[in-house]
């Protein structure tokens, strides 16, 4: 599978390693860094915000962000099972997934959709508790199970689903357009600001 960086959140055993996001490079190189969430995105219903706004990480949640350029996937509240034995609460594992495959993307959220509890299961396994990093993740066994996902042929539109699918766009316009709307505003109000000083020297003048 190429292409495509993979996001895990997670906590360690001690104390002092709350929950954080680590981008797994290899299963023994695992970098401190968040997955691009801070993005803006539209529901089809034109509800716009950060994707961080269309879920809350301790419910479970798909949320599937479409773009031109990349799609992100995040799968949230993933519980631990014997990770949180050892650690004497409940633990929540997500999972953030960047492509420019989107379709790849839309067959990992139908599989997590339709069997939460093997999807949960499955990431759980590979996730273990780590003293220098907190949690480290086994990259091949993960990677093994969506290559999995890759050759299933659902989709969003022919399954049941246990979890619902938030959808959304990302507004990558919206960027775009945005200095060069700033910028006909400038020149409109420098223009009116001209047409007023003309107006007041016009009637000075009479």
Request: aromatic letters at 6%.
């Amino acid at each position: 599978m190429n292409a495509m960086d993979i996001y895990v959140q997670s906590c360690g055993l001690h104390p002092k390693q709350d929950y954080c996001w680590l981008k797994i490079v290899q299963t023994d190189d695992h970098l401190p860094d968040n997955p691009p969430l801070l993005v803006q995105v539209e529901d089809e219903n034109g509800q716009s915000g950060l994707i961080t706004d269309f879920y809350y990480s301790e419910t479970p949640s798909i949320v599937l962000a479409k773009g031109q350029d990349r799609s992100i996937l995040v799968i949230t509240a993933l519980l631990a099972g014997d990770r949180s034995k050892l650690y004497g609460r409940t633990i929540r594992n997500s999972i953030a997934i960047v492509s420019p495959k989107t379709e790849l993307l839309q067959k990992i959220a139908a599989r997590a959709a339709q069997n939460w509890d093997d999807f949960t299961d499955r990431i759980d396994r590979a996730v273990n508790f780590d003293d220098e990093s907190g949690f480290k993740v086994d990259l091949p066994q993960i990677k093994s199970y969506l290559d999995n996902n890759n050759e299933s042929s659902q989709t969003l539109d022919d399954l049941t689903k246990i979890i619902e699918i938030i959808e959304l766009n990302i507004a990558e316009e919206v960027k775009k357009k945005r200095p060069k709307i700033m910028l006909i505003l400038q020149i409109i109000a420098a223009i009116a600001l001209i047409l007023i000083i003309v107006f007041l020297w016009s009637e000075r003048v009479n």
